[in-house]
């Protein structure tokens, strides 16, 4: 079982702006969250990838975000086991400066 959620923290001004911008995306308080639609049976890398899709057309306006103090979050939930990360799932999170968070069950 693996979820994915990456999460805008602290966003302020940015939060709706970038909210318009992020399709799957909603608002908790000042937080934009964005939920991997692949089904919990794909892997960790193949929701990392997913999420890449939906966010490398916006990489210019979560930088300005993170400019402007939100911290940029990638939070998953993973069974317990191997978990491999690929370059290709790994490039978001290089290339936006994201912290990752890897929580096992």
Request: with cysteine; net charge neutral; hydrophobic share 45%.
């Amino acid at each position: 079982m693996n979820r994915v959620t990456f999460k805008i923290l602290e966003a302020g001004t940015y939060a709706k702006i970038v909210r318009s911008k992020l399709p799957f995306s909603q608002l908790d308080g000042e937080t934009v969250v964005v939920q991997s639609q692949l089904p919990e049976s794909a892997s960790l890398n193949d929701h990392l990838v997913w999420l890449w899709g939906i966010l490398q057309n916006e990489r210019r306006v979560l930088k300005n975000a993170a400019a402007s103090g939100a911290t940029l979050q990638c939070e998953c939930m993973a069974s317990k086991g191997v978990i491999s990360l690929f370059p290709n799932g790994a490039e978001m999170l290089h290339l936006l400066g994201v912290e990752l968070i890897i929580h096992t069950q």
